[in-house]
C-alpha cells in the first residue's frame, strides 16, 4: 500500500465536470494544461474516467439536471478522492444565484475540499488549488492506511491471519 | 434482418468540454442514427434577465451564458438596449469593441483548432496551438484586466481605454502569432495523418447546409455565404479589411481551413483598428429607460448570435430572446453525423465547436 | 427590420408562400409573454447576402390553442418549437417536452407571473 501512496501523490489524475458552467472555468483548465502554466509537471493527466482518478474539478453551480450525474461521477470515484470546486459559481452559485434551474453551489451535494474562487478563476489560482488538493489527497491517504485496531486476541488459521474469526469472536461477546 | 446496436456517447466523456448526450444508432461501426440531448446546463438565464436584474446589470449577467463568446453576448445586449436608447456610440468605442470581439474570435478558433487537433489523437499539435493561444490572452489580460470573463462593454461605452503601450503589444503579438498562423496552416494542409483524419470526414453538403440552416464556420465551408458581419451595417467591418472566407468540400478539413482563414484575416482586422484608432470618449453618459421592441444580430465565433429585447419604459425589461449559434447549428450537426463512422465521432463533433453553455443558457 | 402580422390558421399558408431556402435564413422562433394568458409567437427570418434584412411573422395566441408545426418546410424549427413548449407549456404539434427541463416537469418558467 506504501507504493500506491507514494505515486498517488506524484501523479494524480482529474476528471473534469462540467455542472453547467459558463465555459469560462473549463477553458481555463485546459489552458492550465497547456504549455503556459503547464499543470502537467505536478503529474497531472486529464482523465475521461471516473473509476481511475483521484481529483474532481467540478465547475458550475449545479444545474437541475447534472445533479445525479454529479452524484454518480462522485460515488464511482475511489477512495481516497478530492474535490475542487472551481468558480466561483461552484462555490456559492454566484451570479446563477436564485435561478430557476440552479442549486446554489455543488456543496449541497457533495462534499468540497478546497473552493478556487474567481469568475472565471485564472490558471494560477487553478494550479493553486490544485496544489492544495494534493496535500489533502496525501493526508487522506494516509488516513486510509492507518491499521484498525482488532477487539480481543489475534487468531490465526495456518500462518494466515483469520478475519471471519475474529470478527465471530467480536459478534459473540457482543450478545 | 438488419440489426443495429445503440451506443451512447456522453454526458460525461474525454472528448468533451461540456455534457451533452448523444445516441448513435449503429449498424457496424456506421452510424445511421442520431439523438442528442442538450439540455444539462439549462439555468434559466433569460428569465432571470427579466425578473432579478435592471437593465443595467443585464449586460453582465448575459456575459455569464457563455465563457467562450461573453464579449459578443454583452455587446449584442448592450447594442439593443442602446438602440431602444436611441444612443449611437462614437468611432473609437466601436472600433474598441470591434477590436475585443475579434480577439475572442482569434482565441475561440484557436481552442477549437486544438480541440479537433485532440480528438482526432495529435496531442502534441493540441500543445502547440494551446501554447500559441496564450499570445492572444496575454493581450485580453493587458486590456480587460482578466482572460476570459472580461466586463469590457458597458452601456454607453468601454470600460477601459487603449494606451499606446498596449497597442505596441497588440501588434508585436499579432505579429508572432501571424507567422505561427503560416506554420499551423502548413501543418494543418500537409501533415498525412491529419488528413486522414479529416479529409472527406463528416461532410455537409451545400443543399443540406441551406436546408437545414446552417451557420457560422459551418455553412462557410460547405460554400454557403453567410456572414452577419456583411450582413448587418452596426460596425464598419469591410473598411477595415474583412473578407468573407468560404470553403467548398464541406468536411472537417474545409471546417478547420475556414478558421484558419479567419484567424489570419481577424489579426489583419486587429492590425488595422490599432493603426487607425480614432479620437474620442470612451464612455459616454446614456439616460433614459428602454421602451420598445429591438434586435441585433452579431457575427459570433460560431456564427448569428441573435437578440430580441423588448422593454416597457422602466427598469426591468419584459423579454430578453438568446438565440445562440449552437442552438440553430444543432439540426444540422445531427445529419452531418449519418453515414459516418463511429470512431470519427469525436472529431466531427469538435470539428463543430459546439458550445452548451450557449444552446442551453 | 419589417414585422408582418398573421394568425396561427394562415400561418403554415404565408410561411410557404414567403420561405424559400436559399434565400432566407430561418433563425427561431420567439415567445414573448403579454401577461393575461396572451402570448405573442414570433417566426423570424433573415436574407442572405443582404444588410439588415428580417422579416418578423408574428401571430397572436394564447396558452391552450395548439400551435402549428412549421417543421415540414423548415427542418430546423425543431430547436426553437421544442424551446416553446419548454418555457411556456404550450403545444406544438409534433414537439415533445423535455429539451431543456424534464420530460414530466410541471414548470412553465417565462409564462407570465400567475
Same mark, same amino acid.
Given at each position: 500500500?506504501?507504493?500506491?501512496? @507514494? ?55 449545479? $444545474? #437541475?439536471?447534472?445533479? /445525479? ?22 462555490? @456559492? ?15 449541497? #451535494? ?22 492544495? &488538493? ?20 489475534? /487468531? ?11 470478527? *465471530? ?7 | 434482418?438488419?440489426? $443495429? ?33 442538450? =439540455? ?74 486544438a480541440h479537433t487537433a485532440e480528438n482526432a489523437g495529435f496531442e502534441a499539435l493540441f500543445m502547440q496551438i494551446m501554447g500559441d493561444r496564450e499570445l492572444v490572452m496575454e493581450v485580453q489580460e493587458a486590456i480587460s484586466g482578466n482572460r476570459v470573463q472580461f466586463d469590457y462593454i458597458s452601456i454607453g461605452g468601454v470600460n477601459r481605454d487603449l494606451t499606446s503601450d498596449l497597442c505596441d503589444l497588440i501588434r508585436k503579438n499579432l505579429t508572432i502569432l501571424s507567422e505561427k498562423m503560416e506554420i499551423l496552416t502548413g501543418l494543418f494542409d500537409n501533415n498525412w495523418s491529419l488528413s486522414l483524419k479529416y479529409k472527406g470526414v463528416g461532410v455537409l453538403s451545400l443543399e443540406d447546409a441551406y436546408t437545414y440552416n446552417a451557420l457560422g464556420p459551418l455553412a462557410r465551408a460547405s460554400g454557403l455565404a453567410t456572414d452577419v458581419r456583411a450582413e448587418t451595417s452596426d460596425f464598419p467591418y469591410e473598411a477595415l479589411g474583412y473578407t468573407m472566407i468560404l470553403e467548398s468540400t464541406g468536411d472537417i478539413h474545409a471546417r478547420n481551413f475556414v478558421r484558419l482563414r479567419e484567424i489570419v484575416n481577424s489579426i489583419t482586422m486587429c492590425q488595422n483598428i490599432v493603426d487607425n484608432l ?21 457575427? &459570433? ?21 438568446? *438565440?445562440?449559434?449552437?442552438?440553430? =447549428? ?29 444552446? &442551453?443558457? | ?15 410557404? &408562400?414567403?420561405? *424559400? ?27 442572405? =447576402? ?6 418578423? #411573422? ?57
Amino acid at each position: 500500500m506504501k507504493f500506491f501512496t @507514494t505515486f498517488r501523490k506524484k501523479s494524480p489524475w482529474i476528471l473534469h465536470y462540467n455542472a453547467g458552467s459558463c465555459n469560462g472555468c473549463d477553458i481555463e483548465i485546459l489552458a492550465s494544461l497547456a504549455p503556459k502554466f503547464d499543470l502537467e509537471r505536478f503529474g497531472v493527466i486529464n482523465t475521461g474516467n471516473p473509476k481511475q482518478s483521484d481529483i474532481f474539478l467540478v465547475t458550475g453551480p449545479v $444545474t #437541475y439536471r447534472s445533479r /445525479e450525474r454529479l452524484v454518480e461521477l462522485y460515488t464511482q470515484i475511489p477512495e481516497p478522492k478530492v474535490v475542487v470546486a472551481v468558480g466561483s459559481c461552484t462555490a @456559492t452559485g454566484g451570479v446563477f444565484r436564485g435561478m430557476v434551474n440552479t442549486e446554489d453551489g455543488i456543496d449541497r #451535494y457533495i462534499p468540497v475540499d478546497v473552493y478556487v474562487p474567481g469568475c472565471a478563476s485564472s490558471p494560477q489560482l487553478i494550479i493553486d488549488g490544485l496544489v492544495k &488538493a494534493l496535500e489533502i489527497l496525501e493526508a487522506k491517504s494516509k488516513e486510509i492506511e492507518k491499521p484498525f485496531k482488532l477487539f480481543g486476541a489475534i /487468531e490465526t488459521i495456518g500462518n494466515k491471519l483469520s478475519r471471519l474469526n475474529m470478527a *465471530k469472536k467480536v459478534h459473540n461477546d457482543e450478545n | 434482418m438488419k440489426k $443495429t446496436i445503440q451506443i451512447p456517447l456522453g454526458s460525461q466523456h474525454i472528448s468533451l468540454l461540456e455534457p451533452i448526450r448523444f445516441k448513435f444508432e449503429c449498424e457496424n461501426e456506421r452510424i445511421i442514427g442520431v439523438d442528442a440531448d442538450v =439540455g444539462f446546463v439549462h439555468r434559466g438565464v433569460e428569465l432571470a434577465c427579466t425578473r432579478s436584474f435592471e437593465f443595467k446589470q443585464v449586460g453582465y449577467v448575459v456575459a455569464r451564458v457563455c465563457g467562450l463568446c461573453a464579449i459578443t453576448h454583452s455587446l449584442s445586449y448592450t447594442l439593443a438596449v442602446e438602440k431602444l436608447l436611441g444612443y449611437v456610440a462614437n468611432d473609437r468605442i466601436k472600433y474598441l469593441r470591434m477590436l475585443m470581439v475579434e480577439l475572442d474570435r482569434i482565441h475561440s478558433h484557436m481552442l477549437c483548432l486544438a480541440h479537433t487537433a485532440e480528438n482526432a489523437g495529435f496531442e502534441a499539435l493540441f500543445m502547440q496551438i494551446m501554447g500559441d493561444r496564450e499570445l492572444v490572452m496575454e493581450v485580453q489580460e493587458a486590456i480587460s484586466g482578466n482572460r476570459v470573463q472580461f466586463d469590457y462593454i458597458s452601456i454607453g461605452g468601454v470600460n477601459r481605454d487603449l494606451t499606446s503601450d498596449l497597442c505596441d503589444l497588440i501588434r508585436k503579438n499579432l505579429t508572432i502569432l501571424s507567422e505561427k498562423m503560416e506554420i499551423l496552416t502548413g501543418l494543418f494542409d500537409n501533415n498525412w495523418s491529419l488528413s486522414l483524419k479529416y479529409k472527406g470526414v463528416g461532410v455537409l453538403s451545400l443543399e443540406d447546409a441551406y436546408t437545414y440552416n446552417a451557420l457560422g464556420p459551418l455553412a462557410r465551408a460547405s460554400g454557403l455565404a453567410t456572414d452577419v458581419r456583411a450582413e448587418t451595417s452596426d460596425f464598419p467591418y469591410e473598411a477595415l479589411g474583412y473578407t468573407m472566407i468560404l470553403e467548398s468540400t464541406g468536411d472537417i478539413h474545409a471546417r478547420n481551413f475556414v478558421r484558419l482563414r479567419e484567424i489570419v484575416n481577424s489579426i489583419t482586422m486587429c492590425q488595422n483598428i490599432v493603426d487607425n484608432l480614432p479620437i474620442g470618449e470612451i464612455q459616454e453618459k446614456v439616460k433614459g429607460k428602454p421602451k420598445g421592441e429591438d434586435i441585433i444580430r452579431i457575427e &459570433a465565433p460560431r456564427g448569428e448570435l441573435f437578440y430580441l429585447v423588448r422593454g416597457n419604459g422602466t427598469n426591468m425589461l419584459e423579454r430578453v430572446r438568446i *438565440k445562440t449559434p449552437t442552438f440553430s =447549428g444543432i439540426p444540422a450537426m445531427m445529419e452531418v453525423f449519418k453515414g459516418s463512422q463511429y470512431a470519427d465521432a469525436p472529431a466531427i463533433l469538435a470539428s463543430f465547436d459546439p458550445c452548451m453553455s450557449c444552446t &442551453a443558457k | 427590420m419589417t414585422k408582418i402580422e398573421t394568425t396561427l390558421p394562415t400561418l403554415l399558408s404565408d410561411i410557404e &408562400a414567403f420561405y *424559400k431556402p436559399k434565400e432566407w435564413h430561418f433563425l427561431s422562433v420567439n415567445g414573448i409573454d403579454l401577461g393575461e394568458g396572451k402570448i405573442e409567437l414570433q417566426w423570424i427570418f433573415s436574407k442572405y =447576402g443582404v444588410k439588415d434584412e428580417v422579416v418578423i #411573422y408574428y401571430a397572436l395566441s394564447d396558452y391552450e390553442t395548439p400551435i402549428p408545426s412549421v417543421l415540414a418546410l423548415i427542418p430546423s424549427s425543431i430547436m426553437g418549437e421544442r424551446e416553446i413548449v419548454d418555457m411556456f407549456g404550450l403545444t406544438v404539434e409534433g414537439a415533445q417536452k423535455g429539451l431543456y427541463l424534464d420530460e414530466d416537469s410541471l414548470q412553465h418558467p417565462l409564462r407570465g407571473e400567475e
